[in-house]
């Protein structure tokens, strides 16, 4: 109760304080690229339910656009503006959106899609009777992914038997020691590691 409390809270006055900044960053994604402001994609969350999970869009429109994928590695398609949004993590402010309908929370494992959900069906099990979140350790561990799966021949392979398995374990460990001062901490480590790039 204490964690969905604060959730609510937060991503309300979050949602509040950050309006203008939203607008903002819609107005220039749509002069950048004359295309929808939001992405939206199937995710996998809490007891392996699916949920549209939000963010402000960084790409170009593509196959993987609306098909519960992502083309790990590909920074072909991301637009000038969505360069700075993903630097920045303003992409995942529409997210606030998902903790206040209830689908996630502000802290918690990452949610994935189906088809990296299915490659570890056992681990993901037990990952998935929490909601996943916005932030965890590994989403800070792991917040320059895109550079470093950009770096390596084969990215869908490396992220399947390289990251994944870490950020499971993260997760897991996220689990069974998760505490609502833990949470705190988590937060203002991802703002910290947000504002020292």
Do not use: H
């Not at 656009?65 to 790990?72: K, L, V």
């Not at 949610?111 to 490659?119: F, I, Q």
């Amino acid at each position: 109760m204490i964690k969905r409390t604060f959730d609510i809270l937060f991503s309300l006055t979050g949602l509040l304080i950050l309006l203008p900044v939203g607008i903002v960053v819609a107005i220039f994604i749509f002069i950048d690229d004359r295309g929808p402001v939001f992405f939206r994609q199937k995710r996998i969350g809490l007891n392996q339910k699916s949920f549209t999970l939000y963010k402000f869009r960084s790409m170009t429109i593509g196959k993987s656009f609306s098909d519960g994928t992502f083309e790990a590695g590909n920074t072909s398609r991301v637009t000038r503006i969505g360069k700075l949004l993903r630097k920045t993590k303003l992409d995942e402010l529409p997210q606030l959106i998902n903790v206040l309908k209830g689908d996630m929370s502000l802290v918690g494992p990452r949610p994935e899609v189906k088809k990296w959900v299915d490659a570890f069906p056992q681990q993901w099990s037990y990952v998935l009777t929490v909601k996943p979140g916005i932030t965890d350790n590994a989403a800070i561990l792991f917040r320059n992914e895109e550079e470093l799966l950009a770096k390596v021949v084969n990215p869908e392979v490396y992220y399947e038997q390289i990251i994944l398995p870490k950020k499971l374990g993260i997760y897991c460990d996220y689990i069974k020691n998760q505490s609502f001062v833990g949470d705190l901490e988590i937060i203002i480590k991802t703002i910290y590691s947000i504002l020292k790039k």
